[in-house]
């Protein structure tokens, strides 16, 4: 499949602590990039979201980085909360109407 | 607004059944799409729609199938249930399903195969 996910890697951080979780994505062409956050029992939630045209973007607590040449992107959140306890997926949309998930990362904040 | 409401949230059936899902996305939402997830392969794409066309399909068999109606509300079947179709299936609305229009998700439904 496109999405795979077999081990599912893991964060651990301390209440106040920044999180910084990265994502490789797969296609060069790629023109948007969006982070999803995933509590237990939910759907995947909308976090933020960048275009291939910029490199960074601030939301409230979170920042996303985009590294084109290195097809890399990561999501800051800046004083991790205990309510930040989630998994973290990156998308990818690649045109086509079809958005690309990456396999997420598991955030555990420590009180 | 009331978001992406899915049903039923939970769903057992026995192999060799099928089974419909259903999903309404947000108002005014075009567009639909669909994702199983397991913790094996996580995210999957099973299908976009738009306006009752199918816009994309993932690479599932021909026993996943799907539609759209004129209201946008969506569902998608499962014929001859494997064992292997255990997951969460997400339902997840957009705008017009453009390329910079982020996904909005309902809170799935678990179907367990037996």
């Known amino acids: 499949g496109e999405s795979v996910g077999l081990h599912l890697p893991t964060l651990s951080v301390q209440e106040g602590d920044n999180s910084i979780i990265n994502c490789a994505y797969s296609n060069s062409a790629s023109d948007y990039f969006i982070w999803y956050k995933q509590e237990s029992g939910k759907g995947p939630q909308f976090i933020i979201d960048i275009r291939s045209n910029m490199d960074k973007r601030q939301g409230q607590r979170v920042t996303v980085l985009l590294n084109k040449t290195v097809k890399h992107l990561s999501l800051q959140i800046a004083a991790t909360q205990p309510g930040d306890s989630a998994v973290y997926f990156c998308?990818?949309?690649?045109?086509?109407?079809?958005?690309?998930f990456g396999a997420g990362t598991r955030l555990f904040v420590k009180a | 607004k009331a978001g992406v409401t899915q049903t039923p949230r939970y769903l057992i059936k026995t192999r060799g059944q099928q089974v419909t899902l259903s999903c309404s996305p947000i108002s005014g939402h075009r567009s639909v799409s669909w994702y199983q997830q397991t913790p094996g392969q996580g995210l999957q794409f099973l299908f976009e729609?738009?306006?009752?066309?199918?816009?994309n399909k993932g690479n599932f068999p021909g026993r996943f199938s799907g539609r759209q109606f004129s209201n946008s509300r969506s569902e998608m079947n499962v014929s001859t249930l494997e064992l292997g179709d255990s997951a969460l299936y997400l339902c997840?609305?957009?705008?017009?399903?453009?390329?910079?229009?982020?996904?909005?998700f309902g809170n799935g439904t678990r179907l367990t195969v037996t």
């Open positions: 729609y738009f306006s009752e066309t199918q816009r």
């Open positions: 998308a990818e949309n690649t045109g086509g109407f079809k958005t690309i």
């Open positions: 997840a609305s957009s705008l017009l399903g453009e390329m910079d229009s982020p996904l909005h």
